[in-house]
C-alpha cells in the first residue's frame, strides 16, 4: 500500500501555515487551499467595517454622544448675555391688617445676573475645552472596541487555522485506518496494528470535534460584538512602521492632554468667579396713597452685588486645584505606560516572528522525518507505530506553526494598538 499522498498532502497543507492567515469556513473540506479562510456565505470585512459596525452597536457610542451635547449645551451658555436665567418678581403691600386707608403698593421687576469681569470667556474657554476633551474620548472608546476587535478576529483566525491541520490529520487517520485494515485483511500486517491505527484516528477525530467546538464559540463572540455574520478578512492589515512613534499622537494621550487643559480652564473658570454673580432688577412700582388720591408709577432699577467668602471659594478652589493635579499626574504616568506598552509590544512582535522561523523550520524536517520513515514503512523495515509516531510529531508541528502564524498577527495587531492606530 502507498502512504505517500498522504504524506505529500500534509506537506502542502503545513507549507502554508506560514502564509497570512483569513476567516474561513468550518465546513470546508481540507485542501492546501483551507488556510485561506472565508466568511461561511462567502463573504468576509475588514476590520475597519467591523469597527463600524460595533461601534453603532456599543454603550460607548452612547457615552460619547452624550458627552458631545454637554459640550455643546456649555458652549451655548458661554455664548448667552447673561451669566444665568433671568427671574421675575413680584411684591405687593398693603394696609390692611393696620387700617383701612386703601394704601397700596405693587411692583414688578426682571433680575437679570450678570457676567462677572472674564467669566464669559474663561466659560467659553472652559466650554471649547470640554468640547475638545469629549472628541477625544471618543477616539479612545473606538480604539478600545478595535482592540477587542483584533483580540477577537485573531483569536477566530489562529482556530481556523488550528481547524484546517486537525481537519488534514483526520482525514488522513482515517484514509491511513482504512489501508491498514485491507493490509490486515490481505495477511500483511497484525490485528493489532489495525486496532492503533483506528485508536488514532478516533483521538484525532475528537480533537476535531472539540477545535471546532472552540471555533464556533469564537465566531459567536465576534458576531455579538459586531453584529456580523462574515468572518474578518485579515489580509488587508496594514504593516506596522518600525519607526518612532510620538506618544502625543495616540488617542488615550490626546485625551489626557485635553482632560490636563480643560481643569487648567476649569481653574482659571473658578478664579474669575470668586462670588455669585451680580443681578441687575429692572421694574415698574405702582403706589396708591390713598382712596381718595391718584395712583403714582415709578421706574426701579436694582443692584445686587453677592459678596465673596473664603467659606464659599476655598472648597471650590480647592476642587479645582486636586482636580488639574491629578489630570497633569494621569498624563506623565501615561506617558511613561504608554512608552513601555509600545516597547513591549514590539519586543513581543519579534519574538513571534521568531517562533514562527522555528516552527516553520521544525515543521519542515519532522515532515521530511515522516516521508523517510513512510519509505520505510512500505519496505517494511519500520513498524506501524514508528509511522504513527511520526505522523503525530508532524501534525503537530504543523498545527504548532499554523498557530503561531496566528499569533504573529496578534502580536502585530497588538503592537498596533498599542502605538493607538485604528483599523
Do not use: Y
Not at 468550518?26 to 463573504?43: I, K
Not at 477587542?148 to 490529520?169: G, H, I, K, N, P
Amino acid at each position: 500500500m502507498r502512504f505517500l499522498p498522504w504524506l505529500a498532502t500534509c506537506m502542502v497543507a503545513g507549507s502554508l501555515s506560514g502564509a497570512p492567515v483569513r476567516a474561513q469556513p468550518a465546513a470546508s473540506p481540507p485542501g492546501p487551499q483551507a488556510a485561506r479562510p472565508s466568511a461561511p456565505d462567502g463573504q468576509s470585512v475588514t476590520l475597519r467595517s467591523a469597527l463600524d459596525a460595533a461601534w453603532q452597536r456599543a454603550v460607548a457610542a452612547r457615552e460619547s454622544d452624550g458627552q458631545r451635547r454637554r459640550a455643546e449645551a456649555d458652549r451655548a451658555v458661554a455664548a448667552s448675555l447673561w451669566a444665568a436665567p433671568p427671574s421675575l418678581e413680584l411684591s405687593h403691600r398693603n394696609d390692611r391688617l393696620h387700617g383701612s386707608a386703601g394704601r397700596r403698593e405693587t411692583e414688578v421687576a426682571v433680575a437679570v445676573p450678570l457676567w462677572l469681569p472674564g467669566q464669559r470667556t474663561a466659560r467659553a474657554g472652559a466650554a471649547e475645552a470640554a468640547a475638545a476633551q469629549a472628541q477625544a474620548a471618543e477616539q479612545v472608546a473606538r480604539l478600545r472596541l478595535a482592540g477587542e476587535l483584533r483580540e477577537s478576529a485573531w483569536q477566530v483566525a489562529a482556530l481556523l487555522a488550528e481547524a484546517t491541520e486537525v481537519d488534514t490529520q483526520a482525514h488522513a487517520l482515517k484514509q491511513l485506518a482504512e489501508d491498514v485494515e485491507r493490509r490486515v485483511r490481505a495477511g500483511d500486517l497484525a490485528r493489532a496494528d489495525a486496532l492503533a491505527a483506528q485508536a488514532e484516528h478516533l483521538a484525532a477525530s475528537a480533537l476535531q470535534a472539540d477545535v471546532h467546538q472552540r471555533l464556533q464559540a469564537a465566531r459567536a463572540r465576534w458576531s455579538l460584538l459586531t453584529g456580523l455574520t462574515a468572518a474578518p478578512d485579515l489580509t488587508a492589515t496594514a504593516a506596522v512602521d518600525s519607526t518612532p512613534h510620538a506618544a502625543t499622537a495616540h488617542p488615550e494621550m490626546q485625551f489626557a492632554i485635553q482632560s490636563t487643559d480643560l481643569a487648567q480652564k476649569r481653574v482659571e473658570l473658578m478664579h474669575r468667579s470668586r462670588r455669585d454673580a451680580p443681578e441687575l432688577a429692572v421694574g415698574l412700582r405702582q403706589d396708591v396713597p390713598g382712596r381718595s388720591e391718584a395712583s403714582q408709577g415709578s421706574l426701579v432699577v436694582g443692584l445686587r452685588l453677592p459678596f465673596g467668602t473664603d467659606d464659599r471659594n476655598r472648597p471650590l478652589e480647592a476642587a479645582a486645584l486636586a482636580e488639574l493635579d491629578v489630570a497633569r499626574t494621569h498624563e506623565q504616568r501615561l506617558r511613561e505606560r504608554l512608552d513601555s506598552d509600545i516597547a513591549a509590544a514590539r519586543e513581543a512582535q519579534r519574538s513571534a516572528e521568531a517562533q514562527l522561523e522555528a516552527e516553520t523550520t521544525r515543521a519542515r524536517l519532522l515532515r521530511e522525518r515522516a516521508t523517510l520513515i513512510d519509505k520505510s514503512f512500505r519496505a517494511g523495515d519500520t513498524p506501524l507505530p514508528d509511522l504513527l509516531r511520526a505522523m503525530a510529531a508532524a501534525a503537530q508541528a504543523d498545527s504548532a506553526a499554523a498557530r503561531q502564524t496566528a499569533a504573529l498577527g496578534l502580536a502585530r495587531a497588538r503592537l498596533q494598538q498599542a502605538l493607538g492606530r485604528l483599523p
